[in-house]
């Protein structure tokens, strides 16, 4: 995981003075590039102890080890984005529409990179077999997750696997209690603590669903509570209430799960894809 992505998944779970300088990081990582931890503390109105602190929190000795490290991978983002013609990773008001477009672009492009560069292959495997042996899939999220998993529900329906997206909190649950054969629960949260999804899972593990976690904290209570835990790499533009990056990222994931469930019985899904497709034809006469 990158520095700047354990930055991202550690932010909701830090104590304010702690909180604090992932903020300031996280909005301008050159900061601890050109600043002493004596600047930086000033800055985030915290105690070069805290700044100590949160080095240790997100896996470093120390001030100098992150300053080298997360210049070192600056440096390599750097080369990545000007390759890509964009202009750097954070979208300001002085840009350009261009260049905020640019930058998007480049900022999702590196989310799915890091997300598949980091995937763990066991699990996803263990999590495709889960769902193709199910004789139920239940998908849950909320807000842009719950997209994400519409997603996935009509890529499994278009290949003849018994998916359903479930939409209210009560449903979900209700869902879940009740036993229907071999049942597989999906549950999508960018930071693993939505409180409706968590009990979703919950709920399904109880009754002895496999579970399955699409999020990007690992110690997040919904990868706590979930047999398989599929992590996304995400680090969102300013524009966060979009939930852009990490809806590209977890669509990735998605997409991953379906092509596994496809290669299982490769013959059957070309066939149905094809069905599928001749029959919706007839929608666009």
Same mark, same amino acid.
């Given at each position: ?8 998944? /550690?932010?909701?779970?830090?104590? *304010? ?76 008001? &002085? $840009? ?22 980091? #995937?763990?292959? /066991?699990? #996803? ?6 769902? $193709?042996? /199910? $004789? ?13 998993? &519409? $997603? ?16 209210? *909190? ?116």
């Amino acid at each position: 995981m990158s520095i700047q992505s354990t930055i991202e998944a /550690a932010a909701a779970t830090l104590p *304010p003075s702690l909180a604090r300088v992932a903020a300031a990081v996280r909005e301008n990582p050159s900061l601890v590039i050109d600043k002493t931890i004596s600047e930086l503390a000033a800055e985030c109105r915290t105690s070069v102890a805290s700044v100590v602190r949160f080095c240790r929190a997100i896996g470093f000795t120390g001030y100098a080890p992150l300053r080298m490290a997360l210049a070192t991978e600056l440096g390599k983002e750097a080369a990545q984005f000007s390759a890509r013609g964009a202009y750097g990773s954070e979208i300001s008001d &002085e $840009d350009s529409l261009e260049e905020a477009v640019s930058k998007l672009a480049a900022l999702e492009l590196l989310a799915i990179e890091e997300t598949v560069g980091q #995937l763990d292959f /066991a699990v #996803l495997a263990a999590a495709v077999a889960a769902i $193709d042996g /199910a $004789d139920r899939i239940l998908l849950y999220g909320i807000g842009a997750s719950q997209f994400v998993a &519409e $997603d996935l529900a009509h890529k499994l329906l278009r290949v003849g696997r018994n998916a359903h997206v479930l939409s209210d *909190p009560h449903e979900a649950i209700a869902a879940a209690v009740l036993p229907v054969g071999t049942t597989v629960a999906i549950g999508f949260s960018h930071a693993g603590s939505t409180i409706e999804t968590v009990r979703f899972l919950e709920a399904a593990v109880a009754n002895g669903a496999t579970t399955v976690a699409v999020t990007s904290v690992k110690d997040s209570p919904l990868a706590q509570v979930a047999d398989h835990a599929l992590f996304t790499e995400v680090r969102e533009s300013t524009f966060r209430a979009g939930a852009m990056v990490s809806r590209i990222a977890q669509l990735a994931l998605v997409d991953c799960l379906f092509i596994g469930v496809a290669k299982r019985r490769y013959a059957e899904t070309v066939d149905a894809l094809q069905r599928t497709r001749q029959a919706t034809r007839l929608l666009r006469d």
